[in-house]
């Protein structure tokens, strides 16, 4: 085979074992799959996409593209059923259409539930060697993967981790001052870092027990995944304390995104406990903010909620400049129970 179709795989292959964070190693799994499947038979590959199950009482799956993330409503019916046999039996699979567009499925399971999903490969191939050689991708894959999982996530809510989060945020930070270098780009993302502390969760340890109270926090980590976007980073710091990193594209969208969340909360009806409420702190990133200043500013958001009634969602930038904060506020100060 020649080298220069090994080599390109190769290389893809090496990139993606580099890689740590999981929306981009996404796509470097995709971009190995068109590079396996060149190397192989030279065919064109139409499309790659990754289904998840964002949501499994509506059946509604996401999809991620080589290009794009796009809702359920852009899946064709026809693949529907096919995807949903496939991610609950695990099984490999191939469907033709009448128009001769070829469909192959495979599933992804991984060690943290709310990662599994199916890769879907439109492209004209019948070669059994190369499937196996995709299963062979895709095992080395979901392997690095799972490191990853075990290293950077919470074992409870699959969330990442506390440890994770500085490497996150010095990613996030980079690409904000990066934007902002270059003059002609008026259209970036405005990013903001959000704390969530669950109201009153040692009384729900207290009259429930402990299994129940990390029931609590399963759910609301679930919740938290099916309100916001895929490329989101959402974190679990300890204890009930949540962290997410939030891309707007208008500075005033991030109260639509955490109010939404609110309001999906409110509605949710929690086993045994009933209704369950959070207090919400968050801060904007600013090209000069490091990020023990960006969590101490949403610290001192979520601390005022806390003080001030709980149950609420309250921005740094807001309150400091209503006069409504001192900066000297200790943890402390608080009862946040």
Do not use: W
């Not at 796509?27 to 499309?47: R, Y």
């Not at 979901?142 to 919470?154: A, F, M």
């Not at 009933?274 to 968050?282: A, D, I, L, Q, R």
């Not at 990133?285 to 003080?307: C, E, F, G, H």
Request: with cysteine; glycine share 6%.
């Amino acid at each position: 085979m020649p080298n220069a179709l090994v080599n390109p795989f190769l290389e893809s292959l090496i990139a993606l074992t580099k890689e740590r964070d999981a929306f981009t190693l996404e796509q470097m799994l995709k971009q190995a799959i068109v590079n396996l499947i060149d190397m192989f038979v030279q065919q064109k590959t139409q499309s790659i996409h990754v289904y998840r199950l964002k949501d499994i009482s509506k059946l509604f799956l996401s999809a991620i593209s080589l290009e794009h993330i796009a809702g359920g409503d852009d899946i064709p019916e026809v693949l529907c059923q096919k995807l949903l046999d496939c991610y609950n039996g695990g099984e490999r699979d191939v469907l033709t259409l009448d128009d001769g567009r070829i469909f192959h499925f495979f599933p992804l399971k991984q060690a943290v539930a709310y990662r599994n999903s199916v890769i879907v490969i439109e492209a004209q191939y019948s070669n059994a060697d190369l499937t196996q050689a995709i299963i062979n991708l895709l095992d080395i894959y979901q392997n690095y993967n799972g490191l990853l999982n075990d290293n950077e996530r919470d074992t409870l809510t699959g969330l990442l981790n506390r440890k994770t989060f500085d490497q996150k945020i010095n990613k996030v930070l980079s690409t904000v001052h990066s934007k902002a270098m270059r003059q002609d780009d008026h259209g970036h993302l405005h990013y903001f870092i959000a704390i969530f502390d669950i109201d009153h969760f040692k009384r729900v340890n207290d009259e429930f027990g402990h299994l129940i109270g990390d029931e609590v926090l399963l759910l609301m980590s679930q919740l938290m995944g099916k309100s916001f976007r895929e490329s989101d980073p959402l974190f679990r710091f300890g204890g009930e304390e949540f962290v997410g990193i939030f891309g707007c594209a208008q500075e005033e969208d991030i109260q639509l995104v955490l109010h939404r969340f609110a309001e999906k909360l409110h509605a949710y009806q929690f086993p045994q406990v009933g209704k369950v409420t959070v207090s919400v702190g968050y801060a904007k990133l600013t090209i000069d903010s490091t990020p023990t200043q960006l969590v101490d500013r949403a610290d001192l958001a979520l601390y005022y909620a806390k003080n001030h009634g709980r149950n609420q969602i309250c921005s740094y930038e807001l309150l400091k400049a209503a006069g409504l904060l001192t900066e000297d506020i200790k943890e402390g100060e608080i009862e946040l129970f």
